[in-house]
């Protein structure tokens, strides 16, 4: 069994607080959680019900205008630009006066990730972990996204859709590790959208899938569904050649190609297909996708259970979908958490780093903590689990 009691809380308190970082991306994020010293917690498999108490969760975007994505250097100066105020109002709205007491753990986002965005957010760790005498653990970005999602939901072993801007995974957990059975063999799900919202020039204000789900819930005739590529390679899917196929269609509606069939009647001409109607066939075409080799996985693993991690996991018809795909398995039940912590955040990295800081995985040597931009699900000991 598991003993998640293994390293105390400091100076004999019965509970443990952790500071997280997170910064793989264009998303900022600091949090704070708390952790409560549990009898039960010294043997058993009870690392999804840690009873956390979200102190602070604070979060600031890098948006760039419409039809433009974020640069890796762009990126790492807004992160700079950032970190000590929203450090500074997160241990303020968490009540924490003197870090180097209260603060058990500081933890930030390892990898995966953007270059400049990660070593931004890992210099600033250090730098606290110096001032306040306080050890560092680096954290996975998916693992984050996946124990965040397990404490909210309260799903003890799932099968992980892990869906966002870098990563598609569906991930199962065996052994100590988080297994990938499942992964895109091109770009992620969340690049497939933002860059075809790129291509319609919709604003990046919230984000661009958000607004694409947004333009697909005001597809009028959602009977009549643009036929697009589907890709989908034994337990890995493909999305490069969908997007530029479905690129070539929005550039032809823009420019009023009228010899194009898809788009417009052969004897009179008319418009039959807009943007509406494009975001709505995307999204069925990709969530379909997603559904199929999800219920795969839950076949293989035995599971009646899915939980559907990162940004894109906040999309109301992915969640629809996959809950329909559970409502015809047996006892079938899909969990999802809202924005506050689909989308990246640093609750999630200060969730997952305190659980591994609870097992005796902290550091205070620098050369440990090195940031990776590449740093797969699957390489992380999961000794927080039986």
């Known amino acids: 069994m598991v003993n998640l009691n293994t390293v105390l809380p400091k100076n004999g308190r019965n509970y443990y607080v952790a500071l997280g970082l997170e910064g793989s991306a264009n998303k900022l994020g600091v949090g704070v959680i708390k952790h409560p010293l549990l009898a039960e917690h010294e043997d058993g498999d009870l690392s999804f019900k840690c009873e956390s108490e979200i102190m602070a969760n604070i979060r600031d975007t890098y948006v760039t205008p419409p039809g433009e994505g974020f640069l890796p250097r762009d990126t790492a100066r807004h992160h700079r630009n950032w970190c000590v105020r929203l450090i500074k109002k997160a241990l303020q709205e968490a009540g924490i006066k003197e870090p180097s007491r209260d603060l058990d753990v500081i933890c930030f986002t390892r990898g995966p990730g953007m270059g400049a965005p990660l070593h931004s957010v890992a210099i600033a760790a250090r730098t606290i972990s110096l001032l306040w005498d306080i050890p560092l653990v680096g954290v996975n970005h998916c693992v984050g996204h996946i124990e965040m999602g397990r404490e909210i939901t309260g799903a003890a072993n799932p099968v992980v859709l892990y869906v966002s801007g870098g990563n598609t995974q569906v991930i199962a957990y065996s052994e100590k590790r988080y297994r990938i059975f499942g992964e895109t063999l091109d770009i ?5 959208l933002d860059r075809f919202a790129r291509t319609l020039r919709i604003p990046n204000t919230p984000s661009p899938g958000y607004n694409i789900e947004q333009l697909a819930k005001k597809c009028s005739d959602k009977e009549a569904l643009v036929e697009l590529p589907y890709t989908v390679k034994g337990m890995d899917l493909s999305m490069s050649g969908i997007l530029a196929y479905i690129e070539t269609l929005a550039k032809d509606l823009f420019k009023g190609n009228r010899k194009n069939k898809t788009l417009f009647d052969s004897k009179t001409g008319e418009q039959k297909i807009g943007v509406d109607d ?57 969990h999802a958490t809202d924005e506050r912590f689909c989308i990246d955040n640093g609750v999630m990295i200060a969730q997952a780093g305190l659980l591994e800081y609870r097992m005796g995985q902290a550091t205070t040597d620098f050369s440990k903590t090195v940031v990776t931009q590449k740093f797969r699900t699957d390489e992380v000991y999961v000794g927080w689990r039986e």
Do not use: P
């Open 188 to 192: 992620a799900i969340g690049n497939c």
């Open 278 to 334: 494009l975001c709505y066939a995307l999204q069925e075409n990709l969530f379909a996708m997603l559904v199929e080799i999800t219920e795969r996985a839950m076949a293989h693993v035995n599971s009646n259970q899915v939980l559907i991690v990162g940004g894109v996991g906040c999309n109301e018809r992915l969640q629809e979908m996959m809950g329909q795909m559970c409502g015809d398995r047996a006892f079938g039940q899909v």
